[in-house]
């Protein structure tokens, strides 16, 4: 699809309101609470450096106050109301015991170092769903129906099925429906990612979104305003999300045996040790376990990993939305690719030229684009671009969703689709180049046709590479697309992809997708409105150009700024990268628990030494974490 056309549409609609503008990030209270939580932190500490006890004590527990409301209430919320217990639950239960041992000042950096992280993710997500309903406003907000004999405007969410729709040159068409009347050609870039438009005449079904490009057109409805083929993807896309919404994180994973398993422990080291020794040095002991087993390291573990990473892979064109997403690209074994837009340049270009008679290529290019030039359609200015030089012609018509005629040089020329000319003796040069996956425009000087032109969308130039590297590092590669399978094999073929999947609908990408998920992580790529629920079902979903549809951008986890298909194997490299460090993080973490607890418990080490020991630990996790940021 074309980024004006996206550019127009997604942040304008037709009959619409332009989308709010992001909330600022000291008006998020997500975001707001974590920031001032570290403001009294860095206060708190200079207090206490400079002296100031009552001051730095002050700004501590304000601080740990307004960082543990991000995740307290929560934590507390799941443990009684839901049975689960997660990370939360032991950041909390480990600032508590940090409290009661006196340390407020390491109970507030546990409160501010994790809030941050979880409020940096919420929004992350927040972000990605927001424009998810950008694509209802691909739909007017009103339409021109026949009630009664006359053509009136009416909300377009009123629409029923069985009404006529009335739909004039450049408006959208509102609802799914059938041509009962008229001849057009459509813009349906927006939801299928093909460049080429379609012709559509009577008995031709139409979708709701698609633009009208030139004729009038009067549509029998088949589908309600409020229940189309673009609400089904809104459809796809939430339910899609919500059950990507339901699976637990790394830290969530590994808090689930830990969390109740400390707990026991310190309950069972001050009620035993309280039995058979000191109760006071027991009831103590047993808060040093649970310090112990404060998951600091490991709260920051995966944060300080994404942050370097995410920032590294912004600054070569990758965008990621959440640290979830990246861990996720880190472990895909199998890539999905749409075909226009993606594997292609989304620009359609003459390809093929054949002339006959005492015509050549230059002259049948001549003779087409005297015609053309008067043309918007896409192919249009494909032929036109192609030419060496244009003519003056006279009486231009267009034909809606045929071609265009006129005088060239006096002489009657047409120009246009294989269905509306006689191909005559070009007949099998059309069928062998629409079997090479080729639009054909047929050229007729005084109703002879005298040559016939190919036009299609070229691959990418750098897509064989591309398919190369990924197969060499044993990632999977397949091709979806909703185009005709002749065009697909033939490019799939020059890509060096074997895995070939055509004449998709949109439900039909998500549902295969999902399945590719099912076996093997999977990275599904694409641009169009109808990789939407695709990109929302697989693995992780990586839209091609920020440019690109509001609603693939918005439904992907991962946006690249550009079309370059290097960035592939170069963003899952670095994920692939990053992931392992963060690996080594969290085993680092884990170790330091599963060697403090039974230290502490033993009383070993005391409070100072655990903590002094913490202290280290997240050092040593930031630093490693600080390697994701470096690019190679």
Known sequence: MSAECCAADAHVPEGGARHSPPLKWWRNFGLALPAASGAMLIAGLILEWVGSDLASQVAFWIGLLLGAATFVPGALVSLFRRRTVGIALLMTISAVGAVVLGFVGEAAALAFLYSLAEALEDAAMVRAREGLRAVLHLVPERATVLDRGTWVNVPASSILIGQRLLVRPGERIATDGVVRAGRSALDTAVLTGESIPVDVGPGDPVSAGAINASGVLEI????????????????LVERAHAERGARARLADRIAQPLVPGVIVLAMLVAGIGALLGDPETWITRALVVLVAASPCALAIAVPVTVISAIGAATRFGVIVKSGAAFELLGSVRH???????????????????????????????????????????PLARAVTRASPQLFVAEQVREEAGWGVSGLVEGHFIAVGSPRWIDAGRFRSDVAALEADGQTCALVARDGVVVGVIGVRDELRPEAAAMVRTLKDRDIRVSMLTGDNPRTAVVLAQQAGIADVHAALRPEDKAELVTAFSAAAPTAMIGDGVNDAPALAGATVGIAMGVTGSDAAVQSAEIAFTGHDLRLIPKALAHARRGRAIMNQNIVLSIAIVVILVPLAVSGVLGLAAVVLVHEIAELVVIANGLRAARTH
Do not use: W, Y
């Open 335 to 377: 890539v999905a690719l749409d075909k226009t837009g993606t594997l292609t340049r989304n620009e359609p270009t003459v390809s093929s030229v054949i002339a006959g008679g005492d015509v050549d290529e230059a002259r049948v290019f001549e003779l087409a684009a005297s015609l053309e030039q008067f043309s918007t359609h």
């Open 220 to 235: 029998e409805t088949v589908a309600a305003g409020s229940d189309n083929s673009l609400t089904t993807i809104v459809e």
